[in-house]
Structure formats: C-alpha cells, structure tokens
C-alpha cells in the first residue's frame, strides 16, 4: 500500500511517498508554496520518482499552512501533530522539535511515549522564521543557501538587537555601513534568529534530544547558534525539511488501515 | 412554490425565549439613552466596572463605550474607527475599544452602534489603566465633567476594610456630583432595591454560565459572549433578571432533554481566557465549532455576575474585579473554572489591546494549565481591532491544542 504526505508550507511545497508505512518510496521539495503551482509540482515530481500514478495511492494527508482546501487530500492534519511524527519516526530518542519555517516557528514537547505534548509558537510576528532570513540575505545580495557559508568565515558577530524584521534590515544596513564585514553580519543574523526562537523554547522544559526541523535547520550559522544559547546539542538530518510530509505519509497509513 | 420555501426558511425568533429578550433589553438600553438625551437629560458614556446600581438608583442614563466598541468591531468597522484615532495622533498601541471610542466622540456617528454624545464621563480604573486619559481625553474635547474613581489594584487576596473606606468616599462623592449634574435626588430604598434586583440579576446570570460544567453542555459558550451585554448595562432592571432567569431555564430543559445550542457534537471542552476577538467573532466560534470543541469556561462572562449584601460587598465585589486583583487570586479563579467545568485544554487569546490583561497572561497561563494538567496554546489577536488577528495561525493552533488533547487521550 502506497500512502502519501504533501507539506504545503508558506515556501515549499514537500511531498513523501511510503510503502505499507515504512519503506520511503520517493521525495520532492520544490521552492513555491501555497497559493502557488508548487503542490501539483512537488506532487508530480515524486509520483514520477516512485514510478506511480496517483490512483496507486491510497491514502493522501495533507499538512503545512496550505494544508486547508487541497482537494486531493483524504483528510488534513496540522503541522505540529505531523513534524512530531516524521521526527519520531526516524529519531525516537528526540524529545523537543524546534521547527523553523517559512513564516512560523514552533517548538514541540514530546512524551515518552513519543507522542505530542505541549506546544508553542511565535507571535504575529515573522522575526526569527525563515522569512526574516529571506529578507537579510536580499538585502545583502546573497543566496539563502550561502548565509551559513558566510556565517563560516565570522570572527566576530554583530549584535542584531532589534527584533522586528523591518528595523533589523534597516539595522544591517546601517552595520555594513558601518564598516561591518558581511559575514560578521550573518552570523549575527543567525544569532538573532536563534535567540528569537530560544526564548520561544525556554518556555518549554526543553528535554533532550532537541532536533531542528524546518527549512531554517538547513543553516548551519542557526542550528550552532541555537546549540550556543540553548546550550544542548542540536540533532538534525539533511532531510529536516521533508519532517512533516514524511509524518503526514506515516498518519495517512495508520487512518487508512483504520478506515478498511 | 420556491419563494414559499424560501419565507418558510426565513428565521423567526421567539419572542418569549431569552435570546429575544435580551437583544430587546439591549435594544432598549440604546433606545431609552437616544430619547433622553433628545428630551434633555443629561447622559453619562460609563465604565463597565463602575457600579450601574448607582446610576440605576438616580434614574440617569448612561452608555457604555466598551459595549459600543465591541459592537462596532463585532459589525466591521473597528478598523475604520481606529484609523481615524491613529490620524489623530493616537497610537495604535493603545487599546481598540479606546481607539474607536475616541473616534466616535469626534465624529458622532456610526451606524454599526450609534449612542448618545456624553454630558458627564464617569470611569473607574478597576478594569483598566487606559480609560483614565481616554475618558480624561473625552471629558476635556467635550468641556464636560469627568467622575472618577480610584480603585486600587489589589495585590492581596481580601479586600481590607481600608480600602472599602477609600472606594466608599469616592463613591459617595461620586453621588453628590450625580445629583448635581443631573438635578436628580439619590433614595436609599430604591439604592437598597436595585441592589436587589442586580443581585436577582447576576444570580440568574452566574447561574445561567455555571450551566456549561455539564457533559455535554447545554450551550456553546459563545453564546454567553453576546448574552453578556445585558449584565454589563442593565444588571439593576427587573427585565435583566427575568431575561436571564428564562435563559436558566432554557439551559435546564437543554439538559432534560439532551439538546445544546452547541449544535455538534462536543468532542472537546476548553478554556477561553481574555476577551473575545470581536471583529472576528465568527472566524473564532467556527474555528472551534468545527473540530467540536466547545469553550466551557471563561472568567469575562462571570465578571459581570456580582453577589453582595450591601454597599460594603458591593464594594468589595467592585474592588475583586478581574483586572484588579493579584496573580495568585486571578490564577485560583480561573483554576477554580476549569476544573469545576471539567476543561480539557486551555485556549489563550493574547489581546493586542489590553496589555494589563495579556501582560500577565503568559505566566498565569503556564500555572492554571500545569495546576489543572491541561495543555495550553496562545493566539494573537485584538478586541476590537481586526488588523491584528491571522486566521491561519489561529486555526494551526486551535487545530494543535485538539491534537494535544486527543494525544493525551490516547487517541491519536
């Protein structure tokens, strides 16, 4: 039985295709999230990988922000339940997710029988997601994928206090013209981002093992920054961001053997 | 044929169920105020925490603008009001009910809630530290009196005599102004009946909220948030009490008979703490109605339901009021609700407007949930101010804290 996950993120569109539950058939992450063609993208893209044609699956869940309304979906599940499922999955030990997305951030308290048990999530506010990330890395003309190079190379990184994304660009201007190094900027961006999200974690008893999901896991200047102010070691998988679609593919089994 | 169909459909309140009655005393509450003030009465814009038995006793007409502010933002047009606040000068920091208030005293007219223009302010900063300049504010464009009392915050858990002796001076000044204002003679047996009638009144009310501890509940608890008006405005007034003691019974029935005005099944029961998100009143029931989570506690609605014997436990009721009171009594209480209504998660709107009551919500929030081993989850939001509400990252959370449950339960 072929079951299948689709993360529509605010981004990213991830889909992941499981075979009886546990064997991972195919992947996709296209960079185009909800609202956008990047669900049908990332759908196609691993139906085409795994070989398959969509009535071969059969079960969907669908999660992430555009998770309400896709109408391929047999039922949709949040964000939260799914990441904490994905990572389970695949890491058993961890007891606090701390998810960076698009436009959330979230940190996840799990049980020791690895289920979901306490949650919280950022304000209105984008600073310390991944768009506040975006915007730092246009107004420095870099790619997102080359912040955590950058952060690398830092000896000594600014202070970003500010904590909403508007002022903290205008701040990184004024640091650059300052005289600042660019990579000494990045790593301050990482560290604001990083302390943004920590102060959402300490509200939790933060347990270890703590993993980073989330497309912001990927940059290394974060995941070393949170390791710093949170003083524990950050788990973390080069597949962080497929979490919730993988998680999404698990409850999809598990809701269709219930259903037959 | 179809046109038939369609006026069958048409819906018809009942004219002797509380629901019509209360949107009638509500309607009459505005009514009465616009016809005084048209036949030269003197009407005071009041406090919702300042004691409308006083007022009640004196026959004068006040309006309340927290009411009004809610209405406007509930119909569509906080934001309109609080832009023309914000072009004035005023931050949009400050809270939306004030906001929208002070755009209304400029321009005087708003379909959504129309009151009468004041002829004397009268506040009471039990409730909130804002209203003082915001009434201050009115009082000094207008030209016209402003009463007020000082109320304390109360960083003990009793109500010591000290105190009730400073907030009775102030209240019994408060009195002389009244009458000099309006011309109107104060009567301490009728003071002695309406304190009566509020008794009658909150009782029923207090009676009518303590209905939701039933499993399942006989009401969605949202509909205690449109009910509330009327303890507010009219809690001295026979028609209140009578129209809250139908509402009792309507509960009781519901309970005989298996039926609730929460019209799905209850799958969850939670804990709504702050006021309600009125400009996305809808957007914030359905988000709960649709995964059958019903809120069965809430501290604002009982607020408005006070018990006393006399001027001295009026008092002290008035003094007691959520805002003013100390972490530890605000915890007790809310863990006292939950607990009594057997509530499963804990649901926390973070009002942008009222930073007295959202300020200490975060811990107060982590102490009711961890005495009372629920999980909680927060949302921004706004009382009256829609700008400040994402749809998306309500339901992502409401949806989490079902999934908490569920996963507590074992279900998941």
Known sequence: MYTLGIDIGSTTSKCVILKDGAKEVAKSLIVAGTGTDGPNRALNEVLKKANLKLEDVSYIVSTGYGRKGYRLANTEISELSCHAKGVMHLFPKVRTIIDIGGQDAKVLSINERGRLAEFVMNDKCAAGTGRFLDVMANVLKLDISDLEKEARKATNPVQISSTCTVFAESEVISQLSNGSSRENVVAGICKSVANRVATLAKRLDIKDEVFMSGGVAKNEGVRNAMEEVLNTKIVYSKDSQLMGALGAALFAYEKSIKEE | MSEEVKKKKKYVPNPNSAKYKLGKIVEKHYKEAIEAKANGEKIGWCASNFPEEICQTLGIKVVYPENQAAAIAARGAGEKLCNIAEADGYSNDICAYARISLAYAKIESAPEQDMPQPDFMLCCNNIC????????????????????????????????????????????????????????????????????????????????????????????????????????????????????????????????????????????????????????????????????????????????????????????????????????????????????????????????SCKLWSGFMPEMSRQVAKACDIPLTSFDGDQADPRNFSEAQYETRVEGLAEVIDSRKGDC
């Open chain 2, 129 to 352: 530290n804002v209203m003082i300049k915001w009434y201050e504010n009115i009082a000094k464009e207008k030209n016209i009196p402003l009463i007020m009392i000082d109320i304390p915050f109360n960083p003990d858990k009793e109500v010591s005599k000290e105190q009730i002796a400073y907030v009775k001076g102030q209240f019994l000044e408060a009195i002389k102004q009244l009458e000099e204002i309006s011309g109107k003679k104060w009567n301490e047996n009728k003071f002695k009946e309406i304190m009566k009638i509020s008794n009658r009144t909150s009782k029923a009310w207090l009676e009518a909220t303590s209905y939701c501890a039933y499993k399942p509940s006989p009401l969605n608890g949202f509909d205690l948030l449109n009910h509330m008006a009327v303890a507010v405005c009219a809690r001295g007034t026979v028609e209140a009490a009578e129209a809250f003691e139908v509402l009792c019974k309507e509960y009781k029935e519901n309970v005989k008979e298996h039926k609730s005005t929460f019209r799905v099944e209850e799958k969850y029961r939670i804990m709504f703490e702050g006021i309600a998100v009125w400009p996305h009143l809808r957007v914030t029931s359905s988000g709960l109605k649709d995964r059958g989570m019903n809120m069965v506690a809430t501290v604002y609605a009982d607020a408005f339901g006070l018990l006393y014997d006399d001027l001295d436990g009026l008092i002290r009721c008035y003094c007691g009021v959520p805002n003013s009171v100390c972490l530890e009594s605000a915890r007790d209480t809310r863990i006292d609700v939950a607990k009594r209504t057997h509530a499963e998660g804990l649901l926390v709107h973070t009002n942008r």
